[in-house]
């Protein structure tokens, strides 16, 4: 391209034929010939074509440059890409293995039920719909697995088993408004019932008399009483809020299940007869 528009070979070719046409026209017209008339006619003439021809040629070189600048950067902006995907890949694996691994040393060192025999199990699928609050875990009847065993994870009580298969077995959340467990809510032995309301809503705290002191974040646990379907001590959830509205004869108290559906993915199945 630069061959095309070499300016000083085109400057010189235009001073020739403009140089040649004055001195057709003087000799023409009788006059004479003067050398510095001549050059200063030529410099007149050529001048303002070079000038022109600059202009013309400046902005088709531009263009060819930043053709070639365009698709360069263009490239170079598709391999970043690239680049900046991989890394997103890579990091959203490496947060993947290390929740999975997170999950998998709290099992490995629960604080509670540490005397019931269980079965490890992984969470497969999800199945919350408007009929039921579930999940499906890879272990079953096979291994011991029974209607209502408690699962838990490493953070507390994730719900009881409702259905079960040779290899398979369906799990109750307890935000499920058919769930329900008897909690402790202090030491003295004072009880009450939690209860699943639906998805994205805390359980709610049933029987509580009108005075009964709760802080913000307190833990309660599995009761454990006489006929309850749960081992003591498992921790349920963490008390949101309590008040008691006007003229109620109870609190109104929310409870936050502790266990945190959307990373679960591994359980332990409590092998648990109640009153056994």
Same mark, same amino acid.
């Given at each position: 391209?630069?061959?095309?528009?070499?300016?000083?070979?085109?400057?010189?070719?235009?001073?020739?034929?403009?140089?040649?046409?004055?001195?057709?026209?003087?000799?023409?017209?009788?006059?004479?010939?003067?050398?510095?008339?001549?050059?200063?006619?030529?410099?007149?003439?050529?001048?303002?074509?070079?000038?022109?021809?600059?202009?013309?040629?400046?902005?088709?070189?531009?263009?060819?440059?930043?053709?070639?600048?365009?698709?360069?950067?263009?490239?170079?902006?598709?391999?970043?890409?690239?680049?900046?995907?991989?890394?997103?890949?890579?990091?959203?694996?490496?947060?993947?293995?290390?929740?999975?691994?997170?999950?998998?040393?709290?099992?490995?060192?629960?604080?509670?039920?540490?005397?019931?025999?269980?079965?490890?199990?992984?969470?497969?699928?999800?199945?919350?719909?408007?009929?039921?609050?579930?999940?499906? @875990?890879?272990? *079953? =009847?096979?291994?011991?697995?029974?209607?209502?065993? !408690? /699962? $838990?994870?490493?953070?507390? #009580?994730?719900?009881?088993?409702?259905?079960?298969?040779?290899?398979?077995?369906?799990?109750?959340?307890?935000?499920?408004?058919?769930?329900?467990?008897?909690?402790?809510?202090?030491?003295?032995?004072?009880?009450?019932?939690?209860?699943?309301?639906?998805?994205?809503?805390?359980?709610?705290?049933?029987?509580?008399?009108?005075?009964?002191?709760?802080?913000?974040?307190?833990?309660?646990?599995?009761?454990?009483?006489?006929?309850?379907?749960?081992?003591?001590?498992?921790?349920?959830?963490?008390?949101?809020?309590?008040? @008691?509205?006007? *003229? =109620?004869?109870?609190?109104?108290?929310?409870?936050? !299940? /502790? $266990?945190?559906?959307?990373? #679960?993915?591994?359980?332990?199945?409590?092998?648990?007869?109640?009153?056994?």
């Amino acid at each position: 391209m630069g061959r095309l528009f070499e300016r000083p070979r085109i400057t010189v070719l235009l001073t020739m034929l403009v140089s040649l046409t004055l001195l057709t026209l003087n000799f023409r017209g009788g006059g004479t010939l003067s050398f510095v008339s001549v050059k200063g006619d030529v410099r007149q003439v050529v001048s303002p074509l070079r000038d022109s021809l600059n202009s013309a040629i400046d902005p088709v070189a531009n263009f060819f440059s930043g053709a070639f600048e365009y698709s360069s950067i263009k490239k170079k902006n598709s391999e970043l890409e690239k680049e900046i995907q991989g890394l997103k890949g890579e990091s959203y694996s490496y947060g993947s293995l290390k929740n999975e691994l997170s999950n998998i040393l709290a099992l490995n060192h629960l604080s509670f039920a540490l005397s019931l025999p269980s079965v490890d199990a992984q969470v497969i699928n999800f199945t919350p719909s408007n009929v039921q609050l579930s999940f499906e @875990i890879n272990k *079953g =009847s096979s291994v011991g697995i029974k209607l209502g065993d !408690p /699962v $838990v994870s490493g953070a507390g #009580l994730a719900g009881r088993v409702v259905e079960v298969a040779g290899n398979s077995a369906t799990v109750l959340m307890l935000t499920d408004p058919s769930f329900s467990a008897g909690v402790r809510i202090s030491p003295s032995g004072t009880a009450a019932l939690a209860q699943g309301q639906g998805p994205g809503l805390p359980m709610k705290l049933l029987y509580v008399n009108p005075g009964t002191t709760f802080t913000k974040n307190q833990v309660l646990t599995t009761s454990g009483l006489q006929g309850e379907i749960f081992p003591a001590g498992i921790p349920v959830g963490k008390v949101t809020n309590a008040s @008691i509205p006007p *003229g =109620s004869l109870e609190e109104n108290v929310d409870v936050q !299940p /502790v $266990v945190n559906y959307s990373s #679960l993915q591994y359980v332990k199945v409590l092998l648990w007869t109640p009153g056994g």
